[in-house]
């Protein structure tokens, strides 16, 4: 450190320069709550932010900021070792200069310090009482008395103030905290910060809002003796009494400030009571969320270890509980016959099909096949060609069922007639648009059985449907 | 004391039937599109005022009546176990709680959910459908698109919708995510 001494305007002066040195230190001792800053401390800051300045500046700071320096330009009050450690005391009104600067450094009234301000009040009405006292401005006990309460009064109301100016921008940084926390990608971080922000601010609504706030309500009744207002009602009576009206006009105007207070500071407990209630509560809901989402991730990595299994299981919803058997259900089937005129023609073409396909068949009588060892191939070619006839020689309509209405001819007219002859016409028949005759294949969903013999085939019903041109 | 079923609205127990065997769920309130409000639903106060008759009605028909008290709504359900059942069950736990996991990721209530003037908009569809992990379980319950997975919950009144992109969560949707919280509550205790 510097050996030169500047004196204390100067040093000052520098020291506003550089406020953020100070700010830093202040941060420091509030966090701690000491009213002292260790050397070590000191010094690291300081060396931190000597390190951005060029070489003028750096030798500048060093010499202002040296102990040495500080001590004399009375700056520091005192510097003391204790426990080994070397500790820096600074003059309380250059601290309180460097709080104007930064709403974040007013420090917080405590429940102590409100009580503290108020045993002052309360001695000093307590003389102005005891008729004691000449009520004259002529007599010097009783000014130094008067300047005292007026003294105090104001610095009473003033550190309300800053508090106050402090605890409305609390908001404010909830929701800078909140939304910091909800930048991050990681869920826990968020979590962590969450819950942070929420015992920082319970702290402070415990031990500095509310204790503020029951301070300045009038109904409050304090063991120990009279509350702000009751100082106040007895302070200004005092004066009525003495004539002097000045003052009593004073002491009324500290009532209606303090007053205005006690509704300000509501409303911020008011909103921060709210906030903690929400964000306890959104906590919950988080951490609730995030232990079954996790289960749910967990199901889906299952279906990554399981090859047979594409989709999350069941016995994820029956774990849960939560409407087990909800689906569509079947309505009752209604028979479908009834004796509107569509119904009926539907009826009677299909017969009149029948009818006329059974004629066309009579006519072209085929020749019976018989088998022999040796002529497989030519058999089988002979059949073919006679299912072909058969099929070809069909009446073609709209069939709700082509399959079912080919079965009904095959198995009539073909000695021996297998599955297989079935499905060979099928395919004479939906290959040619001859046969087909106008009519357009429909291959439905709906399907339907047939027997032969011991097997049960299940197949998907054909329609054929004219179409009109 | 049984209502008689000459004192049931004919009509309205004709409802609650067609609702119910579509697989649907039928809640206290509804919302309503067009006076942009929940309003109380008729079928519900049927159901409700008359739980013994339709309790019986629907046990004599192969039936259970299932009746949520906490989330305010019925549905019914086979006795025997359905294996599409719990498939359907799965699907709708699931993407409810893709949009609460969403929904609280952000720091935002749940109970927001279900206020229309909030509710699940436009911004938010689109982010839950930009997330791998969600769109990984889409997936894997099967269901091909968003619009689908979305469609799904609102065809059975777990999601109402209340404008264009825009929904609101049902009591019966959010009786599924308070479950979850206060299990996690009890669990804490």
């Known amino acids: 450190m510097s050996e030169q001494r500047l004196l204390t305007i100067p040093t000052f002066s520098i020291m506003l320069e550089h406020h953020t040195i100070m700010r830093d230190i202040i941060r420091e001792m509030d966090e701690m709550s000491e009213p002292y800053v260790r050397e070590a401390t000191f010094i690291s800051r300081l060396h931190r932010y000597i390190q951005g300045q060029n070489k003028d500046k750096q030798k500048q700071l060093r010499t202002a ?51 503290i301000q108020l045993g002052g009040i309360r001695l000093l009405l307590a003389k102005l009482q005891s008729n004691t006292l000449l009520f004259s401005d002529s007599d010097l006990d009783f000014k130094e008395l008067i300047d005292e309460l007026f003294h105090r009064l104001s610095e009473l109301l003033n550190s309300i103030r800053l508090n106050l100016v402090k605890m409305q921008m609390i908001n404010q940084e909830l929701s800078e905290a909140s939304e910091l926390a909800a930048k991050s990608d990681n869920p826990q971080v968020f979590s962590v910060l969450q819950r942070e922000s929420i015992e920082k601010i319970s702290l402070l609504l415990s031990r500095h809002i509310l204790p503020t706030r029951q301070f300045l309500d009038e109904k409050s009744r304090l063991k120990d003796g009279p509350n702000l207002f009751e100082c106040l009602q007895s302070l200004r009576s005092q004066f009525e009494h003495h004539q002097d009206h000045q003052r009593s006009t004073a002491m009324l105007k500290y009532e209606v400030s303090f007053n205005s207070f006690h509704s300000q500071i509501s409303k911020v407990s008011q909103s921060v009571d709210q906030f903690l209630a929400r964000s306890k509560k959104r906590l919950k809901q988080f951490n609730a969320i995030e232990t079954a989402f996790s289960d749910l991730v967990k199901e889906l990595g299952a279906t990554r270890h399981n090859l047979k299994r594409s989709q999350i299981d069941g016995q994820f919803a029956r774990d849960n509980g939560a409407f087990l058997g909800l689906m569509q259900q079947g309505r009752p089937k209604v028979l479908r016959i009834s004796s509107s005129e569509a119904y009926l023609n539907n009826v009677v073409s299909d017969i009149e099909a029948r009818v006329a396909d059974q004629g066309l068949l009579e006519k072209n009588r085929y020749v019976d096949l018989i088998s022999s060892k040796d002529d497989s191939t030519e058999r089988r070619l002979e059949r073919a060609e006679c299912i072909y006839n058969l099929v070809k020689q069909m009446k073609m309509t709209e069939y709700q069922d082509l399959t079912l209405a080919l079965q009904r001819r095959l198995k009539s007219n073909l000695p021996e007639y297998h599955f297989i002859d079935l499905l060979e016409g099928l395919n004479f028949l939906m290959r040619s648009n001859e046969i087909l005759d106008g009519h357009a294949v429909k291959v439905t969903n709906f399907r339907n059985r047939i027997v032969q013999g011991d097997t049960v085939y299940l197949y998907r019903k054909i329609r054929t449907e004219r179409v009109t041109q | 004391m049984m209502t008689a079923f000459s004192q049931i609205s004919m009509a309205r127990s004709q409802q609650i039937y067609s609702t119910f065997v579509n697989g649907k769920v039928i809640t206290k309130q509804a919302y309503d599109l067009y006076q942009q409000t929940f309003i109380e639903s008729t079928l519900y106060t049927e159901l409700y005022n008359n739980l013994d008759h339709f309790t019986q009605l629907y046990l004599h028909i192969g039936y259970n009546l299932n009746f949520n ?38 720091g935002f209530d749940l109970d927001d959910l279900t206020t229309p003037v909030i509710g699940l908009g436009r911004s938010a569809l689109e982010e839950i459908a930009e997330q791998t992990i969600y769109d990984d379980i889409r997936q894997a319950l099967g269901i091909e698109t968003w619009d689908k997975a979305l469609n799904y919950l609102a065809d059975r009144n777990f999601l109402y919708p209340c404008g264009d992109k825009h929904y609101v969560l049902s009591s019966a949707g959010m009786h599924f995510l308070n479950l979850h919280v206060e299990k996690y509550s009890q669990e804490q205790e």
């Open chain 1, 65 to 115: 900021f040296s102990t040495d320096n500080l001590l004399a330009a009375h700056i520091l009050v005192d510097k003391d070792e204790f426990g080994g450690e070397s500790r820096l005391i600074f003059d309380r009104s250059v601290i309180g200069v460097f709080r104007l600067f930064d709403h974040s450094l007013f420090q917080d009234l405590t429940d102590v310090a409100l009580k």
């Open chain 2, 69 to 106: 008290i906490e989330g305010e709504f019925f549905y019914i359900s086979r006795s025997e176990a359905e294996e599409d059942a719990d498939t359907n069950a799965t699907k709708i736990q699931a993407i409810l709680l893709i949009i609460a996991r969403y929904w609280v990721d952000k």
